[in-house]
């Protein structure tokens, strides 16, 4: 099947991870890249990982500052804000599962362009918060970009350190020996550029994206955001992700402790299917497909990333693609992607 994704052009190329019960099966597929010439894929490419970026990095730096003490879900954001009246309704919880208010995305990076590089942070910082809510706090959920930008900004307020900085250090807490292979900037982590895979040719940046994160509105401020600008190889997430997975059975690491993550992953509210930082399958249709339990935990990254974790079967899938090289109205993976997890559902279950 995933060779048929890259014949049909569903992707260039793909790697796909499954972990069940502590076996672990990863392999690549198709090219690394199509164009300006073909490269054959490799299981060690580094993908842009997107909005994998929110659960990974940012609801971990959190998972770990609320074990710390320093935040408690009852947080309120406001503390760390010039908040308009609306926001001091919010508190973290509400940031985490997408129903603080906000609305999905805004393409700020057109405007953002024309201020000096120093002062876009700030910047995008105030024009989120001078959005207008789009719905009652507490009320809905609206997947939204800008309540994740606003987490990361509290982690470097929270800590005085930078996202990027105080997810390597997490990261460390984690893996105290081989740490995986996950970092926002992979030019300054010296990776060699021929590791990673190209996105789009981008219209706005007049070239082709390597190394360089593909949303827009983190690229304008420098690459380092709460809700994208991570990257990584499959075997990296995947490790990660076993780590939340063996916390939830009891298995502990640091500061990844069994309440901690049942408290992030069996969060439910009225507003809708979202957890804390993670995505739930929706009942109206899941990326994950129709045989996931309703217990699953994931994510979706624009550029053609996701996880999915199925705590009852004790599995994990992982699919890291570059589905926008070379245009990112390539959108052929919609279908394709729960075609596939049901085809390992029934597979290896």
Request: neutral net charge.
């Amino acid at each position: 099947m995933m060779a048929r994704g890259v014949a049909e052009r569903v992707f260039p190329g793909a790697v796909l991870a499954l972990w069940q019960e502590g076996r672990v099966w990863l392999e690549a597929f198709g090219w690394r890249a199509w164009v300006p010439k073909l490269e054959a894929n490799h299981p060690e490419t580094i993908y842009d990982l997107a909005s994998l970026t929110k659960p990974l990095a940012t609801t971990l730096c959190l998972m770990r500052l609320i074990s710390e003490g320093v935040l408690s879900l009852e947080s309120r954001p406001a503390d760390y804000f010039e908040a308009p009246p609306w926001f001091h309704e919010v508190r973290l919880f509400h940031l985490l599962s997408h129903s603080a208010g906000f609305p999905a995305h805004r393409p700020y990076f057109a405007k953002l362009i024309t201020y000096p590089f120093e002062d876009r942070g700030q910047l995008l910082e105030d024009w989120i918060l001078a959005e207008p809510p789009s719905y009652p706090v507490g009320k809905k959920q609206i997947y939204s970009d800008l309540g994740f930008f606003l987490l990361g900004q509290l982690i470097t307020k929270g800590t005085g350190k930078k996202l990027d900085l105080f997810f390597e250090e997490t990261l460390g807490l984690l893996f105290e020996q081989r740490r995986p292979e996950l970092m926002f900037i992979p030019r300054k982590q010296g990776i060699d550029l021929s590791r990673l895979a190209p996105t789009e040719i981008c219209p706005w940046r007049g070239k082709l994206l390597r190394g360089e994160v593909h949303d827009e509105n983190t690229w304008v401020i420098g690459g380092v955001a709460g809700q994208a600008g991570l990257f990584g190889s499959a075997e990296a997430v995947l490790a990660l992700l076993e780590r939340l997975l063996l916390a939830y059975f009891g298995e502990e690491s640091s500061f990844l402790t069994k309440d901690l993550v049942r408290i992030f992953w069996e969060w439910r509210s009225e507003a809708g299917t979202w957890a804390l930082g993670f995505d739930r399958p929706s009942p109206e249709g899941s990326s994950a497909g129709g045989l996931i339990s309703r217990k699953a935990l994931g994510h979706l990254g624009f550029t053609g990333t996701s996880f999915w974790i199925d705590p009852e079967r004790a599995m994990i899938i992982v699919l890291l693609t570059n589905r926008v090289h070379p245009t990112r109205e390539n959108v052929k993976i919609k279908a394709f992607r729960p075609a596939l997890h049901d085809l390992l559902f029934r597979e290896y279950t």
